[in-house]
T-cell receptor, first 114, second 115 residues
Framework: AQSVTQPDIHITVSEGASLELRCNYS??????LFWYVQSPGQGLQLLLK??????LVQGIKGFEAEFKRSQSSFNLRKPSVHWSDAAEYFC????????????FGTGTRLKVLA | DTAVSQTPKYLVTQMGNDKSIKCEQN?????MYWYKQDSKKFLKIMFS???????INETVPNRFSPKSPDKAHLNLHINSLELGDSAVYFC??????????????FGPGTRLTVL
């Protein structure tokens, strides 16, 4: 079955530290890949997406993600975290053919220490 | 100039009641979606409409009935509410479906609490 795994339910980092959030997917073929952020009490906002081409994707707010086909991963990174980055982060995939349906991971809650 | 809006933002009601949540998008998108986010933050698609036509209907109880009067609106009506319906419901839209490169834009969510 198709699935998206975010192994870390919670992550705590200090402000200014680097961040990496993990995402692994299980699909028959490489899907389209997304990262969304959900701030407290808010809807989801797209950070970045990967469809093809360069496997290192730049997004908004200083985030980037790297697609690694061999590892079926799409990890999100930020070199220096800001307190405002505290939020819930969701990885999502969409199959390249058939019904356009997002499958979301279970999310990683990021806490930033001052 | 809100892109995807939902009303109400909060909804508290008793078991057995019928309630509706409304969603509107002003992005000119053809496709709209309803998602349910449970208490563990798990986000799952419920329905999708493309130009007022139902295209995705996950295994959702038939107490849930989406209605799309036009492509800018997708409402969700829930009959005979149950405790397990308590969740945050998100509406989203995208330019079209079948174009997998299309980004989905989410509304702010409606937190439904069933007592």
């Amino acid at each position: 079955a198709q699935s998206v795994t975010q192994p870390d339910i919670h992550i705590t980092v200090s402000e200014g530290a680097s961040l990496e959030l993990r995402c692994n997917y299980s699909y028959g073929a490489t899907p389209y890949l997304f990262w969304y952020v959900q701030s407290p009490g808010q809807g989801l906002q797209l950070l970045l997406k990967y469809f093809s081409g360069d496997t290192l994707v730049q997004g908004i707010k200083g985030f980037e993600a790297e697609f690694k086909r061999s590892q079926s991963s799409f990890n999100l990174r930020k070199p220096s975290v800001h307190w405002s980055d505290a939020a819930e982060y969701f990885c999502a995939v969409v199959r390249r053919t058939g019904t356009y349906k997002y499958i979301f991971g279970t999310g990683t809650r990021l806490k930033v220490l001052a | 100039d809100t892109a995807v809006s939902q009303t109400p933002k909060y909804l508290v009601t008793q078991m057995g009641n019928d309630k509706s949540i409304k969603c509107e998008q002003n992005l000119g998108h053809d496709t709209m979606y309803w998602y349910k986010q449970d208490s563990k933050k798990f986000l799952k698609i419920m329905f999708s409409y493309n130009n007022k036509e139902l295209i995705i209907n996950e295994t959702v109880p038939n107490r849930f009935s989406p209605k799309s009067p036009d492509k800018a609106h997708l409402n969700l009506h829930i009959n005979s509410l149950e405790l397990g319906d308590s969740a945050v419901y998100f509406c989203a839209s995208s330019i079209r479906t079948g174009g997998s490169t299309d980004t989905q834009y989410f509304g702010p969510g409606t937190r439904l609490t069933v007592l």
